[in-house]
T-cell receptor
Framework: DGGITQSPKYLFRKEGQNVTLSCEQN?????MYWYRQDPGQGLRLIYY???????QKGDIAEGYSVSREKKESFPLTVTSAQKNPTAFYLC??????????????FGEGSWLTVV | GENVEQHPSTLSVQEGDSAVIKCTYS??????FPWYKQELGKRPQLIID?????GEKKDQRIAVTLNKTAKHFSLHITETQPEDSAVYFC????????????FGSGTRLSIRP
């Protein structure tokens, strides 16, 4: 069954800790994205990657880091430098290379709470 | 830079009436415009999309219209039902490459019984 898998669904972070959110896709998509969503707000782009071993900062990259060592995987690390990380995090991928083009596939999301 | 503006931010309509949500985009090269519905605590779900080579697309009670000259597109929901209550997001992107997809800020739609 193809799709995007995010884990964990719920995560608690202590002050000063780094935590990593996992995102895996078996759709053979080149482009992958991380969005942050605060309660009642829209989607803000953190980082995106259009190809393996390459990624670009989005609008709110400070305090976050990513890697793209494999096509299937795009993990997001929330570092201690991110002072207000409590939010809903969504990973997405896009089939930009196909005729149907740019359909976004979202993972189920990860809730991160600072304790 | 690239921008998508969405209005209104909240919308309340009587059950059975129509709802209209509007978006404008800044990048004239944008050619793909999807609409997403997000229920509380869940991922956004694609409900309809339109490409720049057409002006209107309809799927049952949902329709989207596109005006390329004015750079705006709209979502129309007719005969609204309680299950239509959710947050709706528009987006714009260029299909020529896996470029950034720019989302609107969202509209919270409430259907009054």
């Amino acid at each position: 069954d193809g799709g995007i898998t995010q884990s964990p669904k719920y995560l608690f972070r202590k002050e000063g800790q780094n935590v990593t959110l996992s995102c895996e896709q078996n759709l053979n998509h080149d482009a992958m994205y991380w969005y942050r969503q605060d309660p009642g707000q829209g989607l803000r782009l953190i980082y995106y990657s259009q190809i393996v071993n390459d990624f670009q900062k989005g609008d709110i990259a400070e305090g976050y880091s990513v890697s793209r060592e494999k096509k299937e995987s795009f993990p997001l690390t929330v570092t201690s430098a991110q002072k207000n990380p409590t939010a809903f995090y969504l990973c997405a991928s896009i089939d930009g290379g196909k005729i149907s083009g740019n359909t976004i596939y979202f993972g189920e999301g990860s809730w991160l709470t600072v304790v | 830079g690239e921008n998508v503006e969405q209005h209104p931010s909240t919308l309340s309509v009587q059950e059975g009436d129509s709802a209209v949500i509007k978006c404008t985009y800044s990048d004239s090269a944008s050619n793909y415009f999807p609409w997403y519905k997000q229920e509380l605590g869940k991922r956004p779900q694609l409900i309809i999309d339109i490409r720049s080579n057409v002006g209107e697309k309809k799927d049952q009670r949902i329709a989207v219209t596109l005006n390329k000259t004015a750079k705006h597109f709209s979502l129309h929901i007719t005969e609204t039902q309680p299950e239509d209550s959710a947050v709706y997001f528009c987006a714009a992107s260029k299909r020529s490459s896996a470029s950034k997809i720019i989302f609107g800020s969202g509209t919270r739609l409430s259907i009054r019984p």
